[in-house]
């Protein structure tokens, strides 16, 4: 079976320091690794996804995750954060081949910026 | 952008009385899924859908729990009668044919509360 493991339940930053979340799997097979964020209020948004290739994934505003198979790890990245980057992360992992296999989500990481 | 629509974003009733929460997945998904997120925890996975069946549930979705496709556009979730501890935040999500690496994308969510 799968799991995620989110190291930390809270990480308080200094606007424009660098920040990372981190985020170590389990699973017995291939796995795809996925980084979602839940602003306030709102639903889950894909920040990004490692399937396959290069193990530094790219995403949106800013962040990025570096996939390291042997550690079992994928901690997401940002140099610079800013105060709209407040919210809540969760890391999530997949596996398997069939299209309807669900994602195993972590804690969650609340990352709080301050000024 | 396509989203996934969810309806309705808050419900409050009361602890015994049926519930159901409606979706709107992406047009041209096959795959359909429901999760839940108590205050404070972590997304728990609660069953996913395909081709008109449920493909996989959780220990979660007893039989209090019933999801169905009524037509080509809605995906609902029934809770039958409804306990305290069903109080969630419950997120449908939907993703497109063509392997687990495909992303599933979440609608906004239902707050359901149970006094």
């Known amino acids: 079976a799968q799991s995620v493991t989110q190291l930390d339940s809270q990480v308080p930053v200094f606007e424009e320091a660098p920040v990372e979340l981190r985020c170590n799997y389990s699973s017995s097979v291939s796995v795809y690794l996925f980084w979602y964020v839940q602003y306030p209020n709102q639903g889950l948004q894909l920040l990004l996804k490692y399937l396959s290739g290069s193990t530094l994934v790219k995403g949106i505003n800013g962040f990025e995750a570096e996939f390291n198979k042997s550690q079992t790890s994928f901690h997401l990245r940002k140099p610079s954060v800013h105060i709209s980057d407040t919210a809540e992360y969760f890391c999530?992992?997949?596996?398997?081949?069939?299209?309807?296999?669900?994602?195993?989500f972590g804690q969650g990481t609340r990352l709080t910026i301050n000024p | 952008e396509p989203e996934v629509t969810q309806t309705p974003s808050h419900q409050v009733t009361q602890m015994g009385q049926e519930v159901i929460l409606r979706c709107v997945p992406i047009s041209n998904h096959l795959y359909f899924y429901w999760y839940r997120q108590i205050l404070g925890q972590k997304v728990e996975f609660l069953v996913s859908?395909?081709?008109?069946?449920?493909?996989?549930k959780s220990e979660i979705f007893d039989d209090q729990f019933s999801v169905e496709r009524p037509d080509g556009s809605n995906f609902t979730l029934k809770i039958r009668s409804t306990k305290l501890e069903d109080s969630a935040m419950y997120f449908c999500?939907?993703?497109?044919?063509?392997?687990?690496?495909?992303?599933?994308?979440f609608g906004e969510g239902s707050w359901l509360t149970v006094v």
């Open positions: 859908f395909y081709n008109n069946e449920i493909s996989e």
């Open positions: 999530a992992v997949r596996a398997g081949i069939q299209g309807a296999q669900k994602l195993v």
């Open positions: 999500a939907s993703s497109a044919p063509g392997g687990s690496g495909n992303t599933i994308y």
